[in-house]
């Protein structure tokens, strides 16, 4: 996600137009840091929690291609499951 990281970069240069160094200061670039984890959060965060949730139900279900898939389709704009919530519920 070096694309996030640049594109923050230009953002904070676009933001301080009258700046007399041409590099930025360690607080610009951890501010860079921070605003780019917001797209690449949002781009693995559901990733991530599929291949979270194929992990805990794989050992209790027969694996096949259509299982992420449908879990896919039924976790979409859920929010994380409650932890009294049994793995064998949500299927």
Do not use: C, W
């Not at 041409?22 to 840091?33: K, N």
């Not at 693995?44 to 805990?56: D, F, G, I, N, S």
Request: proline share 7%.
């Amino acid at each position: 996600m070096l694309q996030a990281y640049d594109a923050s970069k230009q953002l904070i240069f676009a933001l301080t137009p009258s700046r007399k160094s041409e590099s930025l200061s360690t607080g610009e670039l951890a501010a860079a840091g921070f605003l780019s984890a917001v797209p690449t959060t949002l781009i693995t965060a559901p990733v991530e929690r599929a291949k979270v949730l194929l992990q805990v139900i794989s050992p209790f279900h027969e694996f096949t291609i259509e299982r992420p898939i449908l879990l896919a389709i039924r976790f979409k704009g859920r929010q994380a499951r409650r932890p009294d919530t049994q793995v064998s519920q949500m299927l």
